[in-house]
């Protein structure tokens, strides 16, 4: 069969990322978009090559923060070939499910299938158990992340979040920051009700709702997320 595509791992600023060449460019936007399913990449960009062998636009594929070039490369291989080969994997459609009780444990399930990324936006944050977990996806190797409220419940009962990247805001109308939501893998979100404190769980009524597979709505959830975060890091400038 003729070879359509060829690869190359580069390096910039210390950090791997694959190179994609394609024999015929006009349907760089498919393939693109086919290989963003690939739960080993972060992201991907279209970009002129610097190439004399390869002219054109190429594809500039990034892996998540657990996978280097090696492994980004092969999967971009395998699944190329599948694709070249007439071979598409089934697309599994988003699911979501409410939980009214033993919701901890529903959060530390949810927790567990982190393979790259944990966002976490939460107003109050005192459950211990959650907090561990947290600690535990980051030594995984999973970049882990949290925006808290800004607040004396926190500041007196809160977790102690110091080995964990994190900001504490206020509410950007003079309000409560009263967001309550997780992301993982950009691929996974957890909202409702439900703060991540021990009241939450042992005396209030609450919910947790579990959006599986929904990527559009992680992507909404993360940028929002990205946002803030990028706000609170120009204000520190200030």
């Known amino acids: 069969m003729e070879q359509k595509y060829s690869t190359e791992i580069r390096k910039a600023f210390d950090k791997e990322y694959v190179k994609v060449f394609f024999l015929d460019n006009h349907d760089l936007n498919e393939y693109k978009t086919f290989l963003e399913k690939c739960k080993e990449v972060k992201n991907i960009n279209?970009?002129?090559?610097?190439?004399?062998?390869?002219?054109?636009?190429?594809?500039?594929?990034?892996?998540?923060?657990?996978?280097?070039?090696?492994?980004?490369?092969?999967?971009?291989n395998i699944a190329l070939a599948k694709y070249f080969s007439g071979i598409h994997e089934e697309v599994v459609s988003a699911a979501s499910e409410v939980h009214?009780?033993?919701?901890?444990?529903?959060?530390?399930?949810?927790?567990?299938?982190?393979?790259?990324?944990?966002?976490?936006?939460?107003?109050?944050?005192?459950?211990?158990?959650?907090?561990?977990?947290?600690?535990?996806?980051?030594a995984e190797g999973c970049e882990v992340r949290v925006i808290r409220y800004k607040d004396g419940v926190n500041h007196s009962k809160g977790v102690d979040l110091s080995d964990i990247n994190h900001i504490e805001i206020r509410g950007e109308r003079h309000g409560i920051m009263h967001r309550k939501f997780c992301v993982i893998d950009n691929q996974t979100v957890l909202d409702g009700s439900y703060n991540w404190t021990n009241n939450a769980e042992t005396k209030n009524d609450e919910e947790v709702i579990v959006h599986k597979n929904a990527l559009e709505l992680a992507s909404s959830y993360t940028r929002e997320f990205n946002r803030i975060w990028k706000l609170s890091e120009i204000e520190k400038l200030q």
């Open 46 to 76: 279209i970009t002129k090559s610097e190439s004399r062998a390869h002219g054109g636009d190429t594809l500039t594929v990034y892996p998540k923060p657990m996978f280097d070039g090696k492994v980004l490369e092969d999967i971009i």
């Open 100 to 138: 009214f009780n033993d919701i901890e444990s529903k959060i530390l399930s949810a927790l567990d299938s982190a393979k790259a990324s944990v966002d976490l936006c939460m107003a109050w944050f005192t459950n211990e158990k959650l907090r561990n977990k947290l600690l535990e996806k980051q």
